[in-house]
């Protein structure tokens, strides 16, 4: 069963995610353009409810923040159900930490979903991302760092996502407005 989400993701600058939209334009597959508010909770676990362009999601991802593996649990609503989604988790005690509004272009590149956000407030990511069994994560990761390779872009590690994180979990709702 291929229930292991398989990401890395980095950190570009504003020209350098034009070039990668023309990039994969001309060589990949594409699938969507997203608009999506997401809020996280404060429920211990990272748990998460999304709007995007066609529907509302609550979602887990087991494992830790930025884990280049990690175990997912989505259910999927109509669109119009995310206030819903969000009076629910409020009236159980959870809290909303963060607030994200990114903007997601999203394309198949051979076999790879590729990700490329802009994000309000917090800036310009380029993510691969690739749904694995147990068995093979670890070689779908090193396939997706050769493909990060292939693109000329550096693997941003782990402790700068955090660092960026924390900022941005603690002057969200200034940022946003930026």
């Known amino acids: 069963m291929n229930n292991i989400e398989i990401e890395i993701r980095s950190f570009i600058s ?20 997203d608009d999506q508010e997401t809020y996280y ?3 211990g676990q990272d748990l998460r409810i999304q709007r995007n362009n066609t529907y509302s999601k609550i979602w887990l991802k ?24 969000e009076k629910l988790f409020l009236s159980l005690g959870y809290g909303v930490n963060i607030k994200w ?12 979903s590729v990700m490329l956000d802009c994000t309000r407030g917090y800036g310009h990511i380029l993510e691969l991302e690739k749904m694995s069994s147990p068995e093979d ?13 292939k693109l000329g872009i550096s693997l941003t590690p782990k402790e700068e996502f ?8 603690e002057n969200w709702q200034k940022l946003v407005l930026e």
Do not use: P
């Not at 494992?63 to 119009?80: A, C, P, S, W, Y």
């Not at 660092?163 to 979990?169: D, H, I, L, M, Q």
């Open 14 to 33: 504003q020209e350098k995610y034009e070039e990668l939209l023309e990039f994969f334009k001309e060589n990949a597959e594409f699938i969507s353009d």
């Open 41 to 43: 909770f404060d429920a």
């Open 162 to 169: 955090d660092a960026k994180y924390r900022y941005y979990r």
């Open 137 to 149: 994560q670890e070689e779908t990761l090193r396939l997706l760092k050769e493909k990060l390779q």
């Open 62 to 85: 087991k494992g830790k923040l930025h884990d280049e593996q990690r175990e997912e649990i989505e259910i999927k609503f109509n669109k119009e159900d995310f206030e819903i989604l």
């Open 101 to 112: 509004f990114r903007k997601r272009r999203v394309f198949d590149w051979e076999g790879i």
